[in-house]
């Protein structure tokens, strides 16, 4: 457990971004300290639909990071440079940094982001944040995993960590993950293939990909409803209470909210739950 705790729970990793072009080709300056930003690189672009996609990026430095922290990136405009925290998809054990996006028609960076392609460069802080990492210290071993859309990309990285980890012997399955995903219709589940191999191999993950409109799309054969509609339905079912699960919540706030109000009264404490809002409602805080 000793490398698992280091890339789980204690950071370690590499990444880089990077500005883009104008329209015209000509990079604005940066205008950016040295010594807090990288220059990153996308090195490739995936599109799940009109406004939901994948890139990876070559950080343009060693950049450390715990499985379930945030980078910050930037893009440089002719009046300022505009910055937005992002949850990391990668693993720490992987070269390149990956994430997922969602397009905020009326946001600050996510429209001059989506307008990126492979080879442009973008701003990207040296330093990861935050503490939405995985919970090996409390003695719960049972990890309930809550998100909508791109609020997968914590759980992402988890989880490629663990597979690694689990690979390479260093993991025995000591710790199990269930994952309730939401969306409003499959094809905005960016990591569904990915998610449903792991869980059809290893012990440790158990995937749940739900949609919320399934009058829109016909051909969906699997779970409907909203995630917070099926809390309850899964922790009876998988046995999960709050004495031997930590919770946790990533994405859209109404789904956190309802969902933190559903496990508060089935015994889950503030403790015993994380929670990473994407945004604020009437006021984006990450587009």
């Given amino acids: 457990m ?9 950071g370690e990793k590499h990444s880089q971004r990077s500005a883009r072009a104008t329209p015209q080709g000509e990079k604005p ?26 890139i990876r990026v070559d950080p343009g430095g060693e950049f450390h990071f715990i499985a379930g922290q945030y980078a910050t990136l930037g893009v440089q405009t002719p009046q300022k440079l505009v ?16 994430f ?14 989506y307008k990126l392609h492979v080879g442009d460069e973008f701003t990207f802080r040296k330093v990861a944040k935050g503490r939405f990492t995985l919970d090996i210290k409390s003695g719960r071993t049972n990890h309930l995993l809550l998100c909508t859309v791109t609020g997968i990309a914590p759980y992402v990285s988890y989880t490629r960590t663990l597979y690694k980890d689990w690979k390479d012997g260093k993991f025995a399955g000591e710790h199990k993950l269930f994952l309730i995903e939401g969306a409003s219709r499959s094809w905005e589940f960016g990591y569904h293939d990915e998610m449903m191999k792991y869980a059809a191999e290893v012990p440790w993950l158990i995937y749940i ?3 919320s409109r399934p009058w829109e799309d016909p051909n969906w054969k699997g779970e409907t409803g909203r995630v917070d509609d099926l809390v309850r339905k899964y922790t009876d079912m998988w046995g999960l209470t709050g004495q031997n699960t930590t919770a946790y919540l990533c994405g859209h706030p109404t789904m956190i909210e309802n969902g933190k109000g559903i496990l508060y009264r089935r015994g889950w404490t503030k403790e015993a739950m994380k929670e990473e809002v994407y945004f604020i409602v009437a006021k984006e805080a990450k587009d």
């Fill in 2 to 10: 000793a490398e698992l705790g280091r890339l789980l729970f204690a």
């Fill in 29 to 54: 300056p940066m205008n950016t300290a040295q010594d807090k930003f990288f220059r990153a690189r996308i090195t490739q672009r995936a599109d799940f639909s009109e406004d939901l996609w994948m």
């Fill in 100 to 113: 997922f996006l969602e397009l905020v028609p009326h946001g600050e960076l996510t429209p001059l982001l």
């Fill in 209 to 211: 990909p739900t949609i």
């Fill in 83 to 98: 910055e937005r925290p992002y949850s990391i998809v990668s693993s720490p054990y992987e070269k390149e940094v990956e």
